[in-house]
C-alpha cells in the first residue's frame, strides 16, 4: 500500500502528458468541417458515458489495477490510431477509444488511491494526496501542452505520438500498482441501486448535481478555446504553424496555475466550506466564458488561463465529502455514475451545439458569442436550482463531520 502511494503521483503525471491537448479541434478542422469536429467531440464523450458505468462496476468487482491497465492500453492504441490515419470514421474509432481509456480510468485512480491509505490507517489524508497527485498531473499538462504545441507547428501528428508513449509508460507503473483491500461489490442490478440509493444523502445529492453542471461549464472553453484563438492569431486557411505552438503556451500556463492552485485546494477548502467553494468555482468558469464572450482580444487570454483553476479546486473537496460517505465496494462505481452523468449531459449539450452551427467550415466570432451566451444562462439558472436545493442542509457541516487535512 505505501508503494501504491508513492507511485500514485506518478501515473497522475504521466497520464497527464497529454500533447494533443492544444491542437486536437485544429487537427480535426484541417480534414473535417465544424460539424463533423463537433460529433467526434460528441461522440467521445458519448463513449465515455456508455462505458462509464460499466467500468467503475468492474473496478469495484475486479480490481482498481486492472482496470487501469485497461485504461492506458486503450489510450495508447488509440492515440496510435490517431496518428495512422486522417478521415472521419478511424478517427471516430480513435475517439471511442480514448473514451474507453478515460471512462476505466475515471473514479478508478482515486479510489485505488482512498483504499490504499483505508488499508494504512490513514484515510483522512485523502485531500492532501489527492492534492498531491492533481499537482503533479496538472503540471505535468502545462509541459505537455507547451510541447505539443511546439512539435504541432512541424506535424500535429507528433503531438499523438508522444501521447501514446506517455500512455505506454503510465500502463508500466499502473503494472506496479498492489491491489488494496476492499469489500465484494454487489450483482450488477444491486449495486447500481444501492448506489443510487446513496444520493439520498443531501450532501451527496447536492455535490452530485453540482458535479455534474460543471463538467459542462469547465468543458466549454476548452472546446472553443482553440478556434477562439485562431480568430486572435489571424491564422487560417489551414496555416496552423502559429496557433498550435500559442495554444500549448496558453495551455501549459494555464495548468502551470491550475497546479499551484492544487497543492492549495485543501487549505481552500477548508476555509472556505463545501458550499462557498463551489458557488466560487462556477463564478471563475462563468467569468472565463463571459470574456470569451464579449471580445476576440489579448487581454481574455488572462481569463482563459483560468480556466481549468475550477477543477483544480473542486476535485479534492469533492472527493472529501464523497470517499467517507461511499463503502469501498461500491466506490467506484458511484464515482462512474456521477461522471457518466456529468458526461452525457456534456455530450447532448455538444450535439445540440453542432446543429446550430451546421455547414459552418469554420467558427466566426459571432457564432461563438451565441454559444458562449447560451451556456452562461445555464450556469445563471443552475447557480439558482442549487441555492435553493441548499436551503436546510448543513453542506460545510460535512466537512467538519469529515475534515479536510
Same mark, same amino acid.
Given at each position: 500500500m505505501s508503494r501504491n502511494l508513492a507511485l500514485y503521483p506518478l501515473y497522475r503525471g504521466l497520464r497527464g502528458l497529454m500533447f494533443w491537448l492544444p491542437v486536437f479541434f485544429l487537427y480535426f478542422q484541417s480534414v473535417l468541417d465544424v460539424a463533423d469536429v463537433l460529433v467526434l467531440e460528441a461522440l467521445y464523450y458519448l463513449g465515455v458515458v456508455v462505458a462509464e458505468v460499466p467500468s467503475g462496476y468492474f473496478s469495484d468487482r475486479v480490481g482498481r489495477r486492472t482496470t487501469l491497465l485497461i485504461a492506458m492500453g486503450a489510450w495508447t492504441a488509440a492515440c496510435w490510431l490517431f496518428v495512422l490515419t486522417a478521415s472521419f470514421v478511424p478517427f471516430a474509432a480513435a475517439q471511442l477509444g480514448l473514451a474507453l481509456g478515460m471512462a476505466f480510468n475515471s473514479g478508478t485512480d482515486s479510489a485505488l488511491l482512498y483504499d490504499s491509505l483505508k488499508a494504512l490507517g490513514r484515510e483522512d489524508e485523502i485531500a492532501a494526496h489527492e492534492s498531491k497527485a492533481q499537482a503533479w498531473g496538472l503540471g505535468a499538462t502545462a509541459l505537455a501542452a507547451v510541447l505539443g504545441g511546439a512539435m504541432a507547428g512541424l506535424d500535429m501528428r507528433f503531438a499523438y505520438a508522444f501521447s501514446a508513449l506517455s500512455a505506454a509508460l503510465a500502463f508500466a507503473v499502473a503494472w506496479r500498482f498492489v491491489?488494496?483491500?476492499?469489500?465484494?461489490? *454487489?450483482?450488477?442490478?444491486?449495486?447500481v441501486v444501492a448506489v443510487a440509493g446513496r444520493l439520498r444523502d443531501p450532501v451527496l445529492r447536492w455535490t452530485f448535481l453540482f458535479v455534474v453542471a460543471m463538467t459542462v461549464f469547465n468543458h466549454v472553453p476548452y472546446e472553443l478555446f482553440q478556434p477562439w484563438l485562431e480568430l486572435l492569431l489571424g491564422d487560417g486557411d489551414g496555416a496552423y504553424a502559429r496557433t498550435p505552438l500559442a495554444a500549448g503556451i496558453v495551455i501549459g500556463l494555464g495548468f502551470a496555475i491550475s497546479s499551484w492552485a492544487s497543492t492549495k485546494a485543501a487549505a481552500w477548502g477548508a476555509a472556505l466550506g463545501l458550499r462557498r467553494g463551489m458557488f466560487s468555482v462556477l463564478a471563475v468558469q462563468s467569468a472565463v466564458m463571459a470574456a470569451m464572450a464579449v471580445a476576440v482580444h489579448p487581454i481574455v487570454v488572462g481569463f482563459i488561463l483560468l480556466r481549468t483553476v475550477p477543477s483544480a479546486l473542486m476535485q479534492p473537496l469533492m472527493l472529501s465529502a464523497v470517499h467517507p460517505r461511499v463503502d469501498s @465496494?461500491?466506490?467506484?462505481?458511484? !464515482? +462512474?455514475?456521477?461522471?457518466?452523468?456529468?458526461? !452525457?449531459?456534456?455530450? *447532448?449539450? !455538444?450535439?445540440?451545439?453542432?446543429? +446550430?452551427? =451546421? =455547414? *459552418?467550415?469554420? !467558427?466566426?466570432? @459571432? +457564432?461563438?458569442?451565441?454559444?458562449l451566451l447560451a451556456y452562461l444562462g445555464g450556469a445563471g439558472a443552475v447557480a439558482g436550482v442549487l441555492w435553493w436545493l441548499g436551503r436546510g442542509t448543513d453542506l460545510d457541516g460535512s466537512l467538519r463531520n469529515n475534515p479536510l487535512p
Open positions: 491491489e488494496p483491500a476492499r469489500s465484494r461489490a *454487489l450483482p450488477p442490478v444491486r449495486q @465496494g461500491q466506490r467506484a462505481t458511484y !464515482l +462512474s455514475l456521477q461522471s457518466l452523468a456529468g458526461r !452525457l449531459a456534456f455530450s *447532448l449539450c !455538444l450535439f445540440a451545439t453542432a446543429k +446550430s452551427v =451546421g =455547414g *459552418l467550415e469554420a !467558427l466566426d466570432h @459571432g +457564432s461563438m458569442r451565441g454559444i
